[in-house]
């Protein structure tokens, strides 16, 4: 098999069994999560809990307050800058809209090439520094797992792949198979891993908001 093949195969077969995975996974994760039994509510109803729980996952998007900030301020700036650019190389590049073009039938303006690779270096930059400091900060380092750097592993080599696929780094066609293979690994690991709170903490944020709205308490 050539670098060709290859790249045919990671477009083909492999994609489709990595879909289906990550299809079936996540479904099967919300299902198991949304068929939960809850507790009945026993105290008075002071609030409409939709409202709460929306209000809940907007203030969340901050900070709590300048102490929990100034406590974490590194964590959180790097985590925002991760998070954030992650999702705009993802959804705001020219190639990555045209492929979802392919599935969706519609596609979306994207952000010019530079922007895109300045965001880029800034991402693996705090993705690395956020690993630096997991390693060296002795509460994170005794807390952290192998699923933790695993999760880092997953996350960062698409990121990675995709720039030297990009940039024509070594052999262009075996560079982007090993970019899409990268993206199929996590694509696969996704909902069996604590990369599943890029869908549960909206459920999350939102069922504790709307419980603490009906008591009256702001969260």
């Keep these: 098999m050539n670098y060709v093949d290859f790249l045919l195969w990671v477009r083909g077969p492999a994609f489709q069994i990595a879909t289906a995975i990550f299809i079936f996974g996540l479904s099967w994760r919300l299902l ?3 068929s939960l039994s809850r507790k009945p509510e026993l105290a008075v ?13 907007f203030r969340r998007f901050l900070p ?4 929990t900030f100034q406590r ?5 700036t790097a985590g925002y800058i991760f998070h954030l650019g992650f999702f705009i ?3 705001l590049f ?3 809209i045209l492929f979802f073009r392919e599935f969706f039938g519609f596609s979306w303006p994207g952000l010019p090439t530079p922007v895109i690779g300045i965001i880029t270096i800034m991402t693996l930059l705090a993705l690395i520094a956020l690993l630096i400091n997991r390693m060296r900060h002795p509460v994170l380092r005794f807390l952290s797992g192998f699923e933790d750097y ?3 592993i997953v996350t960062f080599l698409p990121v990675l792949t995709g720039y030297m696929a990009f940039h024509h780094f070594f052999h262009y066609p075996l560079m982007l198979a090993l970019h899409i293979l990268s993206v199929e690994l996590l694509m696969i690991v996704f909902p069996f891993t604590k990369l599943m709170h890029t869908f549960t903490w909206f459920i999350s944020r939102w069922y ?8 009256g308490v702001q969260v």
Aim: glycine share 10%; aromatic share 10%; proline share 2%.
């Design 150 to 152: 695993f999760v880092w």
């Design 32 to 34: 198991e999560i949304l």
């Design 94 to 96: 020219v190639p990555h």
């Design 72 to 76: 974490s301020a590194f964590i959180i």
């Design 64 to 67: 709590v307050d300048d102490n």
């Design 208 to 215: 504790t908001g709307s419980r603490a709205a009906q008591k």
């Design 89 to 91: 190389i993802l959804l």
């Design 45 to 57: 109803v002071r609030e409409r809990g939709i409202a709460g729980g929306f209000r809940t996952i």
